[in-house]
Nanobody
Framework: QVQLVESGGGLVQAGGSLSLSCAASGRTFSSYVMGWFRQAPGKEREFVACISWTVGSTSYADAVKGRFTISRNNARNTVYLQMNSLKPEDTAVYFC?????????????????WGQGTQVTVSS
């Protein structure tokens, strides 16, 4: 069984920053791709960013490029999402996901394990 636990969400003013963490347990994630997705009320879950564990290559959605940074600590089986210059439209529940296949995917079916999500609210 694989568990992903997100933390770090909260309320922040527009222009502010938040850092999310996702701790993975139950399996060795050295060869897994890790991703962040978000889902706003009434909208579909959408891709935010992903990172491969071994090479460290990253991919971002256009809406967050230049503002968000995904990183990982292999020794701690943890992936992070640093969010800067936050906007009200970034408000959503943010989910961590793990993919047991090679290469990033921007599609939710491409991920095998999901966390429970953490709320991020950006006030204007």
């Amino acid at each position: 069984q694989v568990q992903l636990v997100e933390s770090g969400g909260g309320l922040v003013q527009a222009g502010g920053s938040l850092s999310l963490s996702c701790a993975a347990s139950g399996r060795t994630f050295s060869s897994y791709v890790m991703g962040w997705f978000r889902q706003a009320p009434g909208k579909e879950r959408e891709f935010v960013a992903c990172i491969s564990w071994t090479v460290g290559s990253t991919s971002y959605a256009d809406a967050v490029k230049g503002r968000f940074t995904i990183s990982r600590n292999n020794a701690r089986n943890t992936v992070y999402l640093q969010m800067n210059s936050l906007k009200p439209e970034d408000t959503a529940v943010y989910f961590c996901a793990a993919r047991a296949r090679i290469g990033c995917s921007q599609y939710t079916p491409g991920y095998d394990y999901w966390g429970q999500g953490t709320q991020v609210t950006v006030s204007s």
